[in-house]
């Protein structure tokens, strides 16, 4: 089950470097975030002057209870929300700088992310829904797009519901596609927040080996989970506890790829 991975095309590997514009040799480089919500009950800190790097082709699990900063530090990385204070490296980007329009093309290119809960736009059909980032980012020409979205379902092994709306498929099945979708552009950088949370086991097995696999092509997964069983599998856990990082753990299983993969600069333009 989903034994074969998309390959990394062989043109972009000419551009990688040891060494990022902004200097940095980390992938991922978060340096001192501190993240502040305003509630009713006054100010919640989400995070608190957290500092975590990431190479190239890890595989790492973010774990921790409910509240402990799992999602918002993912959410941080992604371009998604933004620090109170401090620093988020990625490649050459300075996520934390980046304007919202210059944030979402940067994301369409580099980072693909899964939901727990999918996120498939209802009205568009499954190959549809993964051709999306595409059309977004104006990647690839029309029929390139059409062929590689189908390609892809077949690596995740949806090809024959191409055609059907996300309702019209189960919810591993539309894990499935999120999974697809977030390949769509071949970004580096996967973050998975919960990919496996409403996944019955043989699928869930199903989604982490399609994982290990990726991390062998080269892409740099962080996988919020919430499985330490699960987390045990991959290169590093890094457990999480009232926002901040309370152990940062190797583990023995998993190897580094050779080949690194290039984030692309982002357009400060």
């Known amino acids: 089950m989903l034994r074969r991975w998309f ?18 040799e980390h992938l991922i480089d978060v340096r001192g975030v501190v993240k502040a919500y305003e509630t009713v009950a006054g100010p919640f800190i989400a995070l608190k002057d957290v500092d975590l790097q990431v190479d190239t082709s890890e595989f790492v699990a973010v774990i921790g209870k409910s509240g402990s900063g799992k999602s918002t530090l ?61 059309d977004f980012c104006h990647m690839y020409s029309s029929q390139e797009r059409q062929e590689r979205a189908m ?38 950088i996967i973050l998975a927040d ?8 043989k699928t869930a097995e199903g989604v982490l080996q399609l994982f290990e696999g990726l991390v062998e092509q080269g892409k740099t997964i962080l996988m919020v989970t919430h499985d330490r069983d ?18 940062d753990v190797v583990n023995h299983k998993g190897k580094k790829a050779i080949v690194p993969a290039p984030v692309a600069e982002a357009d400060h333009a």
Not at 7 to 24: I, V
Not at 157 to 164: L, Q, S, T, V
């Open 230 to 247: 699960l987390a045990k599998r991959v290169m590093r856990t890094i457990n999480l506890a009232d926002g901040e990082i309370v152990d």
């Open 74 to 134: 993912v959410n941080m990385i992604a371009g998604i929300d933004r620090p109170t204070s401090g620093e988020v490296l990625v490649g050459d980007a300075a996520v934390h700088e980046l304007s919202e329009g210059q944030l979402a093309v940067w994301r369409g290119r580099n980072v693909g992310v899964i939901f727990q809960f999918f996120q498939l736009l209802p009205t568009l059909t499954v190959i549809e829904n993964v051709m999306l980032p595409m």
């Open 7 to 24: 390959m990394r095309n062989g043109s972009k590997q000419e551009m990688l470097r040891s060494r990022y514009r902004n200097g940095n």
């Open 151 to 188: 390609h892809l379902l077949e690596q995740v092994e949806m090809a024959r519901h191409a055609d059907k709306l996300p309702s019209a498929v189960s919810g591993g099945e539309q894990q499935r596609v999120a999974i697809a979708r977030a390949l769509a552009n071949d970004p580096p």
């Open 194 to 201: 919960e990919p496996t949370g409403n996944l019955d086991s």
